[in-house]
């Protein structure tokens, strides 16, 4: 915005062009000029100042398409309301705010009840999360597109609410967010086509997900593993992606119990234990999907057994899937497992993906013959394995 109201100097006829502009966007890191920390106050009112006049002096007659405002700490709150609130009187269909903040976010209620509203994005960009503040009833009749990133949430019925008031959303994400203070959380939308839920690994969230939507081509679950999640019924599943960590939970555990490696051990088993149960009843769940990846540690801890013989393999079928995807393959006997277990009971598979990890020892390296002649076994589907 600010480049467009340079260039509107040049020539006289392009002197008002800016104030009917429907892509507004607003970044504070353009008035970086003035960024001297004893010049914060300085560089607060002139980006303050540009944006109010901005809006101010527009065109009111034209309405706003994009609204996109990146504010940092210093950004008042009484003005980015204000500033929503004209883009909301403008017939807006897009809002995207980036917050450098770790306060609470509170959005005007007049947001929560646009009619033209069509997409909402919004982000924290500080070092800690930013923790918003929902009401308690919505109506976005025409929202389809609605994204938080590395936001806390401390409501779970306010977001089931929120998502209720949504009747037409077909796009839903929640990148690195914070559920810990959630023990129970409904996703519920009938339209609903991708869902992409990644929690912060920073935040022990033991949230249990509950996910009601009949109509999902796409879903993807990563970062924490302590999230527990039931899929309902997904008759229209496409593509299906897992990409959760046991990693960082083992560390944890490690450092926490150093001195007793004995207990340490026990209890990390159980709780490998109860991961490897709750990636099965995901597995299964996605069994109408048609395309499958996985990260490595999902392939692993879903054959993990604290016996030494083993366990039964568990049930698994599937008539959809048709393309699996791998990636950063150990070579461990539990990923061999999980391949083997695958060929067998996915009827329908076409092609497999496994991409070697660069961690990969010599030894597990040469058990990359043993898959390629068990996948040689399989002419059918086809293989690439790199």
Known sequence: MKHVVRTSILSRRWRHLWKSLQYLNFDHNLFSSISIRQQSRKREQSFTNFVSRALF???????????NISCDEHCCVDSLTAWILVAISHNIEEVQLQAFRDI???LPREIYICNSLQTLKLKSNSFGLSTLTLPGSVSLPLLKYLSFESISFINEKSISNFLSGCPVLEKLFFHYCNFRPLKYLLVSSLLLKELVIESDDDYDSE????IDTPNLKYFRCGRSIRNEYILLDMPSLDKGNIGR??????????????SDMAMAMSILGSFREEYAQRMMKILRSLGKAKDLSLSPWAVEESFYSKSDTGKPEPEFTSCHLKSVEISNFLGCENELRFLR????????LEKIIITSSNLATVKRKRKWRTIKSFLRDSPSIMAVVT
Not at 57 to 67: E, G, S, W, Y
Not at 207 to 210: A, E, G, I, P, V
Not at 247 to 257: A, P, T
């Open 245 to 258: 960590r046991i990693i960082d939970e083992m560390d944890f555990i490690y450092n926490r119990m150093e």
């Open 341 to 348: 277990f695958l060929l067998k009971n996915a009827m329908k």
């Open 207 to 210: 949230c249990h997900f509950t």
């Open 57 to 67: 002096l527009r065109n009111h007659r034209t309405d706003i398409v994009k609204f």
């Open 104 to 106: 609470d976010i509170r």
